[in-house]
């Protein structure tokens, strides 16, 4: 695996832009913004950016860039905080069993397209342990948006 580093993303975008200018100021401000930053996601990002069908710009939006970056960043938290409640290590044999049972039931009433929806929004695998109590957990939490 490539290790991404800051210097490497900038090249990346001088290549996607190919006629961007940027200024010495411009430059700094990037490289000030986006230095401390995880590079691999930044790098995922630079590219969708590139990619979006809302602008063709000439040149990288730094702001855009980092609103993006965001989203990312706030997605992966939300997701892990999710796993983390729901797939507890703390639980007795009867507290897990009792859960589990829980998520049957909850389960057994959702339809398709709920599955689907849920297992888009979070990261699901209902094999794996506390897989189920995740799915029932996500569709519990999209009924309760409606």
Same mark, same amino acid.
């Given at each position: 695996?490539?290790?991404?580093?800051?210097?490497? !993303?900038?090249?990346?975008?001088?290549?996607?832009?190919?006629?961007? !200018?940027?200024?010495?100021?411009?430059?700094?401000? #990037?490289?000030?913004?986006?230095?401390?930053?995880?590079?691999?996601?930044?790098?995922?990002? +630079?590219?969708?950016?590139?990619?979006?069908?809302?602008?063709?710009?000439?040149?990288?939006?730094i702001?855009?860039v980092? &609103?993006?970056?965001?989203?990312?960043?706030?997605?992966?938290?939300?997701?892990?905080? #999710?796993?983390?409640?729901?797939?507890s290590?703390?639980?007795?044999?009867?507290e897990?069993?009792?859960?589990? +049972?829980?998520?049957?039931?909850? +389960?057994?009433?959702?339809?398709? &397209? &709920?599955?689907?929806?849920?297992?888009?929004l979070?990261?699901?695998?209902?094999?794996?342990?506390?897989?189920?109590?995740?799915?029932?957990?996500?569709?519990?939490?999209?009924?309760?948006?409606?």
């Open positions: 695996m490539e290790v991404r580093t800051y210097p490497l !993303n900038y090249a990346m975008m001088r290549e996607l832009w190919p006629d961007w !200018n940027a200024t010495d100021a411009s430059a700094g401000l #990037f490289a000030e913004r986006c230095a401390d930053l995880n590079q691999r996601v930044l790098m995922d990002v +630079i590219k969708r950016h590139r990619c979006e069908p809302a602008g063709q710009y000439k040149e990288p939006k702001h855009r980092l &609103e993006m970056y965001g989203e990312v960043m706030r997605e992966g938290s939300v997701r892990a905080q #999710f796993a983390s409640q729901v797939v290590t703390d639980l007795t044999a009867e897990a069993a009792e859960l589990d +049972i829980e998520a049957d039931e909850i +389960i057994s009433t959702a339809t398709d &397209e &709920e599955v689907r929806a849920a297992r888009a979070y990261p699901i695998n209902p094999d794996l342990p506390g897989g189920k109590r995740m799915l029932a957990a996500a569709l519990r939490r999209m009924r309760g948006r409606r």
